[in-house]
């Protein structure tokens, strides 16, 4: 029994170690009025399975934090997010289940440039990655 439980430890402390959340572009470059999707891959062993599965996006500024995304077992949260981006931000929640968020921004404001964060918590471990996105006005 005590090999089993110490064997288990080993393996989840393996699986956490291994759990990795990447950016497929670490900067953005955007004109004002134009849209764009912004790409976070993680690791999934468990495809097809939304179980336990926790991703929480946000928009850092120098002054404040705004909520982008939200979803919690293949539910989305849209009441958390920022009045900012409302009616702006449109997911793809066929790819969550191969561990890629994407979220594609419409109709950019200049105000929408800063580091973009994505936090994920699954069954096998927690990670957290961000991207710059910069947008810019006429002139
Ligand atoms: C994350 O990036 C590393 C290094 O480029 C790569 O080896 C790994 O496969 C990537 N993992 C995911 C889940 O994107
Ligand atoms: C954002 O883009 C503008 C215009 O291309 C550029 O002048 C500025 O340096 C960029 N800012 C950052 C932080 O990359
Ligand atoms: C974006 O749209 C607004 C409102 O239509 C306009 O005033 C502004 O000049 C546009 N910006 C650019 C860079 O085209």
């Not at 690791?43 to 996006?57: A, M």
């Not at 289940?97 to 096998?124: P, Q």
């Amino acid at each position: 029994m005590k090999m089993i439980s110490l064997l288990l430890l080993i393996l989840s402390s393996c699986l956490c170690a291994t759990f990795v959340v990447n950016v497929t572009q670490s900067s953005y470059e955007a004109e004002e009025n134009h849209s764009i999707t912004l790409e976070w891959t993680f690791t999934t062993r468990t495809l097809g399975s939304n179980r336990e599965r926790f991703v929480d996006c946000s928009l850092l500024t120098p002054h404040k934090e705004l909520d982008l995304y939200q979803v919690h077992k293949g539910v989305e949260f849209p009441e958390s997010q920022d009045d900012q981006f409302t009616g702006r931000v449109q997911s793809d929640k066929d790819v969550l289940r191969e561990g890629r968020i994407r979220l594609h921004v419409s109709r950019l404001r200049t105000e929408d440039s800063g580091l973009y964060l994505c936090d994920v918590k699954t069954e096998d471990g927690f990670g957290s990655e961000t991207c710059r996105l910069n947008v810019s006005g006429e002139f």
